[in-house]
């Protein structure tokens, strides 16, 4: 089973950025494909971006293309989000969760406790 931990939410002005991280621990990493989601009061959580196993193949949301840039370092076990040019729409808490295998199947587990994000306008 695998552990995961997210870090580096906080408040930013619109137009900042910010860079979360998932640590994980329990699996061999680059097993599983990791994805970041977000959830925003009163709204169903939302698949932000997605990465495979090797880092290879990324995948994003129309709302943050462009802006959001999905990465992993294997040999760390760690996953990252960088989010650039923000807007108070991606006000969210921002989970980081891992795939069933090193290929996104959409079968997401291992979900962090979440961190969140306020942008301000």
């Known amino acids: 089973q695998v552990q995961l931990v997210e870090s580096g939410g906080g408040l930013v002005q619109a137009g900042g950025s910010l860079r979360l991280s998932c640590t994980a621990s329990g699996r061999t990493f680059s097993n599983y494909a990791m994805g970041w989601f977000r959830q925003a009061p009163g709204k169903e959580r939302e698949i932000v971006a997605t990465i495979s196993g090797s880092g290879g193949s990324t995948s994003y949301a129309d709302s943050v293309k462009g802006r959001f840039t999905i990465s992993r370092v294997n040999a760390e076990n760690m996953a990252y989000l960088q989010m650039n040019s923000l807007k108070p729409e991606d006000t969210a808490v921002y989970y980081c969760?891992?795939?069933?295998?090193?290929?996104?199947?959409?079968?997401?587990?291992?979900w962090g406790q979440g961190t969140q994000v306020t942008v301000s306008s």
């Open positions: 969760a891992a795939d069933r295998s090193a290929v996104v199947t959409g079968g997401w587990r291992g």
